[in-house]
């Protein structure tokens, strides 16, 4: 497992220190803990901005993958509405989890309980070339096909 240094700021200081560092829950894991920053009830249907209560600085070269937690998905229908939500190497900003009820109740998120998780993923830097034909595109079994092609 490759590892960068993340630095995390605590937006509101003193007034968050309540709230545990995004750490992982297991070693294993592979995303870390995303706390909420706020209480809130999302009606079913209903989307939000949640607050962690963190901004971070993510070395150049890497990616935030905000992802739902599966629990809160299965048991309660909550989700990352933009799963996965990207956080770029440049934001600097508070991160925020999109959260949306696809649940049949409402769901109330209390402060500091647990509601996605990061994680710290290398990202290529890509350099696009355009050619003037699909043919110019290296060929594959698969081709254009796509959407179910495979069936199901």
């Not at 709230?19 to 070693?27: D, E, K, Q, S, V």
């Not at 990202?123 to 092609?149: I, Q, Y």
């Amino acid at each position: 497992m490759s590892e960068c240094e993340v630095r995390v700021f605590r937006v509101r200081g003193d007034a968050d220190r309540d709230l545990p560092l995004p750490r992982r829950a297991t070693p294993g894991s592979a995303g870390l803990d995303l706390c909420s920053a706020s209480d809130l009830t999302l009606a079913p249907g209903e989307r939000a901005a949640v607050p962690t209560g963190f901004a971070l600085a993510i070395p150049p070269g890497f990616e935030g993958q905000v992802r739902p937690r599966s629990g809160l998905a299965l048991h309660s229908g909550v989700t990352v509405a933009n799963a996965p939500g990207t956080i770029d190497s440049d934001y600097r900003g508070e991160l925020c989890v999109i959260l949306a009820n696809l649940g049949g109740a409402p769901f109330r998120v209390k402060r500091g309980e647990r509601i996605a998780q990061l994680v710290i993923a290398a990202v290529a830097e890509a350099s696009l070339k355009e050619v003037s034909a699909a043919s110019d595109l290296s060929p594959t079994e698969r081709g254009a096909g796509g959407f179910g092609h495979t069936g199901r």
